[in-house]
């Protein structure tokens, strides 16, 4: 599994890479947007300048994923942006929804992977009523315990 991570971590982080210099550099000639929202959503993002913002998450991320040291901060930049390539291939260009799904499933497995720098933020939080309810009990059942002996 460790060659999996390794290997995923390196096409994800090189693809964020050289897709994000592209936005910046533009060696990477890009296609007309087609007609309809796709088209008004990418001249939205291109004349407010929004690429910019994305193309410095995209160069981030990935040479945080490819350096492996901070590779959970990478997947937390990176994700927003993730989200946002599935959701425009899902609703307004399907055509490039295949690779959508694959850059979204290598993130998944990478998540999956780095779960444990993940745990906290899935963890319940106690409300401030149990939390003192909690050390009430605890508090009573040491002052009993040290009664007792």
Same mark, same amino acid.
């Given at each position: 599994?460790?060659?999996?991570?390794?290997?995923?971590?390196?096409?994800?982080g090189?693809?964020?890479?050289v897709?994000?210099?592209?936005i910046?550099?533009?060696?990477?000639?890009?296609?007309p947007?087609?007609?309809?929202?796709?088209?008004?959503?990418?001249?939205?993002?291109f004349?407010?300048?929004?690429?910019?913002? +994305?193309?410095?998450?995209? +160069?981030?991320?990935?040479?945080?994923?490819?350096?492996?040291?901070?590779a959970?901060?990478?997947?937390?930049?990176?994700?927003?942006?993730?989200v946002?390539? @599935?959701?425009?291939?899902?609703?307004?260009?399907?055509?490039?929804?295949? @690779?959508?799904?694959? +850059? !979204?499933?290598? !993130? @998944?497995?990478?998540?999956?992977?780095?779960?444990?720098?993940?745990?906290?933020?899935?963890?319940?939080v106690q409300?401030?009523?149990?939390?003192a309810?909690?050390? !009430?009990?605890?508090?009573?059942a040491a002052?009993?315990?040290? !009664?007792?002996?």
């Amino acid at each position: 599994m460790k060659i999996a991570t390794i290997i995923a971590r390196s096409l994800l982080g090189l693809l964020f890479v050289v897709m994000g210099l592209n936005i910046f550099l533009n060696f990477i000639p890009m296609p007309p947007p087609p007609e309809g929202p796709a088209r008004n959503f990418m001249m939205a993002m291109f004349m407010s300048h929004y690429f910019w913002v +994305v193309g410095t998450l995209e +160069v981030g991320g990935g040479v945080l994923l490819l350096t492996g040291r901070f590779a959970p901060l990478g997947l937390t930049l990176l994700g927003p942006v993730i989200v946002n390539i @599935l959701c425009f291939h899902l609703f307004m260009l399907p055509s490039g929804l295949p @690779l959508a799904i694959v +850059v !979204a499933a290598l !993130a @998944l497995f990478l998540l999956r992977r780095h779960r444990e720098h993940f745990a906290g933020l899935v963890k319940p939080v106690q409300s401030a009523h149990r939390e003192a309810a909690s050390v !009430a009990s605890q508090t009573q059942a040491a002052a009993t315990d040290s !009664a007792k002996n």
